[in-house]
């Protein structure tokens, strides 16, 4: 069976610091990843996605980024955290290549920005 | 008008009663439509997909109108585990849009 990992669980970091956030999933090969942010009281906003190793896709402009080094790795950073970045951060794994179908979450990263 | 729409309560339901909530959307060429249910603060879950003629898993039953442009999503003899937040998540082959989500208490 499939599973996704994110670490760390929660994380306080100050503002103008660096950021690495991780993400790796098991028991699938070729899946599309996905890294999401949800604000309190706000929707989940879709952040990056990917098809494959080295493939990323922006959705919104912002002071993040991400990269996809292997198959099953999916790591989103900042250089320099803004106030705005504090939020619940979720990688999902989707099985359609190339296509947005069923997204499988992992159990988040709880990000606060001082 | 956002692309798509939920009503975000909260549905306040006694224990065994029916609910029903909606999500409509705007955007006539979104191809694949689910449901998912978020605990506080954990991640979302997949619930179910919602298929043009309609599908149930147990006491769930999620509907699409394509004409209307919305999705339904029934739940019967609710159960206090019901309790959650359900979001609505349309998808293009372009982009995935996540509903802001309805949030759903079930009263003992």
């Known amino acids: 069976s499939q599973t996704i990992h994110q670490w760390p669980a929660t994380l306080v970091q100050p503002v103008g610091s660096p950021l690495s956030l991780e993400c790796t999933v098991e028991?699938?090969?070729?899946?599309?990843l996905y890294w999401y942010r949800q604000a309190a009281g706000r929707g989940l906003q879709l952040l990056f996605y990917?098809?494959?190793?080295?493939?990323i896709s922006s959705e919104v402009p912002q002071n993040l980024s991400a990269s996809r080094p292997q198959d099953r790795q999916f790591i989103l950073s900042s250089k320099k955290l803004l106030l705005s970045d504090s939020g619940f951060y979720l990688c999902?794994?989707?099985?359609?290549?190339?296509?947005?179908?069923?997204?499988?979450f992992g159990p988040g990263t709880r990000l606060t920005v001082l | 008008r956002k692309e798509v729409e939920q009503d975000p309560g909260p549905f306040n339901v006694p224990e065994g009663a029916t609910v029903a909530f909606n999500c409509t959307y705007s955007?006539?060429?979104?191809?694949?439509f689910f449901w998912y249910r978020q605990d506080c603060r954990k991640e979302p879950k997949l619930l179910m997909s919602?298929?043009?003629s309609g599908n149930e898993d147990g006491r769930f039953t999620a509907q699409l109108n394509r004409a209307s442009q919305y999705i339904s999503l029934l739940i019967r003899d609710s159960k206090l585990s019901d309790s959650a937040t359900y979001l609505c998540?349309?998808?293009?082959?372009?982009?995935?849009?996540f509903g802001k989500g309805t949030r759903l208490h079930i009263l003992p």
């Open positions: 999902a794994w989707g099985r359609l290549a190339g296509v947005h179908g069923t997204q499988y």
């Open positions: 028991g699938t090969s070729n899946p599309n």
């Open positions: 990917s098809v494959g190793i080295g493939q």
């Open positions: 955007n006539s060429a979104s191809q694949s």
């Open positions: 919602v298929y043009s």
């Open positions: 998540v349309v998808n293009r082959d372009d982009k995935i849009i």
